[in-house]
């Protein structure tokens, strides 16, 4: 898929991610500038200019939403990006700033585990939610009436694909806004707006900054008004990154075209690995030719992720195979340089069964990591 990679006409991956959002170069200054920290600016006169307030905007935040628009959406002038504390608080941006009492929303049903919160104070808004699941494109089912699809591709932990294109098209004719979480697929594996979206959003806090150090989120829009909406729920809420998380962020992902190729590269040979394992089921990775959803992955998606996701025949055979692991973190998080994996059963939030190990792989050699985790196959088969 390399030749995807300047799908543009422009720069490719690694060049854009190196050079994103940097400033123009200045004698004797750094080439990232340090991190802002202010709280408030120089401002006598009428408040004119760009930064007047820290909860308003930063020096360093206006660098990183510069980096992370050129990346979901390169040579285009008309988009928006806005950095916020957390993907939660992105998510909840864009579903709280867009839909008012009486709306309806179409959210998956297997989609990440703090969704089911967001849907239970929309309902407490008196918004309507409809669900349906992210495979076969079964939100078209329901899309009549509603004002805002919210799309999860691939699906998070159940890694199924929808098409993004087909779904924006049918949500516009019915005047509904589109969203794709972007968080799994990176912009260097998957661009939106590229498909018809009107918001990318994502959780920076995975691989786009790649080193489970920082909590981030981002949302990237198309619509100006849509995007004024969004800027002053982060201004109502508050929910800012510090300027050393953003700036963090900016300094990892002038990295993120290596670690994305790395990692997705680790993630396939991992998946064809785990195929021949008869105690393995429920096989899930986009790029795997026979994967359910790979037709469309193929045609959407410029890489397929890091993630791989799979069933052991029960909670103590998962329990026992994370524990053998030597080089994999069991976390909760996904998209870092070290690999990791968990049981997603034991959250209790996801329809998945007790043996479903979700896991992230990270930079280490494939070698050595694919060693390992057949090793803590092989010693927990007992």
């Known amino acids: 898929m390399n030749d995807a990679t300047r799908g543009t006409g422009g720069p490719g991956d690694g060049t854009r991610a190196v050079r994103a959002g940097l400033p123009e170069p200045v004698k004797h200054e750094p080439t990232l500038p340090g991190p802002v920290f202010a709280a408030h600016f120089h401002l006598p006169g009428d ?17 990183l939403e510069r980096a ?31 839909l008012r009492a009486g709306d309806a929303v179409v959210l998956p049903d297997d989609g990440y585990q703090a969704l089911p919160l967001a849907r239970a104070q929309l309902e407490a808004y008196g ?25 999860e591709t691939p699906s998070n932990p159940g890694l199924d694909v929808c098409d993004v294109r087909r779904l924006a098209e049918a949500a516009h ?3 509904a806004l589109v969203a794709v979480d972007n968080t799994l697929a990176t912009p260097l594996g998957q661009r ?24 981030l989120g981002y949302v990237t829009g198309r619509d100006a008004e849509a995007m004024a909406a969004v800027r002053r729920w982060r201004k109502i809420t508050g929910a800012i990154p510090g300027p050393m998380e953003a700036w963090l962020a900016h300094r990892s992902i002038a990295t993120l075209q290596l670690r994305v190729e790395r990692q997705n590269a680790t993630a396939m040979r991992l998946a ?38 799979f069933t052991l025949p029960s909670r103590e055979r998962a329990d026992g195979f994370l524990e053998a692991l030597r080089l994999v973190d069991d976390a909760t998080s996904f998209g870092g340089v070290r690999s990791t994996a968990e049981r997603r059963g034991r959250w209790g939030g996801d329809a998945v069964p ?6 992230s792989v990270g930079a280490e050699d494939p070698e050595d990591l694919i060693a390992d985790v057949l090793r803590a196959l092989d010693v927990t088969a007992g």
């Not at 004119?48 to 905007?57: F, V």
């Open 272 to 309: 064809e690995a785990l195929r021949e394992r008869p105690e393995v089921t429920g096989l899930r990775y986009p790029g795997l030719p026979d994967d359910p959803s790979h037709k469309i992955a193929s045609q959407q998606m410029r890489r397929y992720g890091c993630v791989v996701s």
């Open 354 to 359: 007790e043996g479903f190990v979700r896991f």
């Open 173 to 175: 004719a019915r005047g």
């Open 47 to 63: 408040p004119t200019g760009p930064y007047t307030y820290g909860r308003d905007e930063n020096p360093t935040w206006t660098l």
């Open 192 to 215: 939106p707006l590229e498909l018809g979206a009107d918001f990318a959003v994502a959780s920076g806090t995975k691989q786009l900054t790649g080193h489970g150090d920082v909590l």
């Open 68 to 98: 992370i628009g050129e990346l979901e959406a390169p040579g285009r002038d008309d988009v928006e990006t806005l950095v916020f504390a957390s993907g939660m608080a992105a998510i909840s941006a864009v579903l709280f700033s867009q």
């Open 127 to 151: 918004i309507e939610v409809r669900t349906a699941p992210t495979g076969g494109d079964a939100q078209l089912e329901v899309l009549d009436g509603a004002k805002l699809l919210w799309i």
